[in-house]
Structures are given as structure tokens and as C-alpha cells.
């Protein structure tokens, strides 16, 4: 028998300063039975740092053609397109090719850093592709924060993400690697 997703509800609060964008929403999040805490957790943070009332979690890992979240435009035209881990470079292609903006969150501390010098000279030409880098010891923070059931608070500032629940409460910055233009 094939093992289900697991369901997490959170609901959560952003204050992005930097964008005067505030939102109050109840997200659910489906921990597919290979992923692992570390990786639904740093989805549930990607979604808050471009947290918009048209950003929605895909179907994810069950779908070869769609990245973890997107906002679509009215069109159904991909304004956004979010990716997590190391991606081929061909994928990475396909994403800038079909959205307006692509960002791609990396972590795994020895693969990314080998990822990055293998791909770093092919990727710098995709200009709506940004890339940024959360080190083990920041993810594993996020990740203390997973529960079936959560309540989070976030607010951004300056490249600065402050999350916090009732028991916890990270200062965390990512490092870019990649800027889009």
C-alpha cells in the first residue's frame, strides 16, 4: 500500500516591511511520505518571504512539470516560479523560460556548495533567476518549528526574516548567491 502525505495546517501572519506587504492567512501544507521536515519547512518559508494572496503551493514533488509554488497572473501566466534543492540545470532553463521571476532556495551544505561551483557559469546568464542559500544549522531551526498544527509570525526586513511561534523565536538570513536583474 502506498503511503499517504502527511497534512500540516499553519496559519500564519507576515509583516514584510520591505515589500508593505501584510497577510493574515491559514495555509495547509502536504508532507509527501519522501520529504523530509527540513525540506516542507523551508517550503513554508519560501512561501512567507514571497507571501501574496495568489502564491500557492503545486503539487510539488508529484509533478515533474511544476515547481513547489507559483503565482500565476490573471492569465494563468506564471508571474513566479519557486524552486527548493539543486535542480538540474535544464529545469532551472524551462522555469526562466515560462515565468516572469524564478528563486531557487538551496540547502544541504556540502551538495549545495558543490552544486553551485558546477552550475554557477551556466546559471548567471538566466537574468530573472535569483538564487539564495540556508546553511544545515539555520534549516534545522526552521524545521523545530514543524508541527501538525502551527501558528507563525514572521517579519522581514533588510534580508532579515524573524519566525517565531509560541515556544521559539529565529533571526535567520540567507545568503544570496544569485540576484536577479
Not at 544541504?108 to 544545515?136: E, F
Amino acid at each position: 500500500m502506498a503511503l499517504k502525505a502527511t497534512i500540516y495546517k499553519a496559519a500564519v501572519n507576515v509583516a514584510d516591511l520591505d515589500r508593505q506587504q501584510f497577510l493574515e492567512t491559514s495555509l495547509t501544507l502536504a508532507r509527501h511520505p519522501s520529504e523530509t521536515q527540513e525540506r516542507m519547512m523551508l517550503r513554508l518559508l519560501a512561501w512567507i518571504i514571497h507571501a501574496d494572496e495568489r502564491l500557492q503551493f503545486t503539487r510539488g514533488l508529484c509533478a515533474d512539470d511544476e515547481p513547489e509554488i507559483w503565482l500565476r497572473n490573471d492569465h494563468m501566466g506564471i508571474e513566479l516560479w519557486v524552486e527548493l534543492g539543486l535542480p538540474d540545470e535544464r529545469r532551472l532553463r524551462k522555469a526562466v523560460n515560462q515565468s516572469s521571476e524564478v528563486v531557487l532556495f538551496t540547502y544541504n551544505d556540502r551538495a549545495a556548495q558543490v552544486w553551485w561551483q558546477q552550475n554557477q557559469d551556466k546559471l548567471r546568464q538566466y537574468k530573472n533567476l535569483a538564487i539564495w542559500y540556508i546553511n544545515d544549522e539555520q534549516l534545522a531551526k526552521v524545521s523545530k518549528l514543524a508541527d501538525r498544527t502551527m501558528s507563525l509570525q514572521a517579519t522581514l526586513q533588510e534580508g532579515i526574516i524573524w519566525l517565531s511561534d509560541e515556544h521559539h523565536n529565529l533571526e535567520l538570513q540567507l545568503t544570496p548567491w544569485q540576484q536577479a536583474s
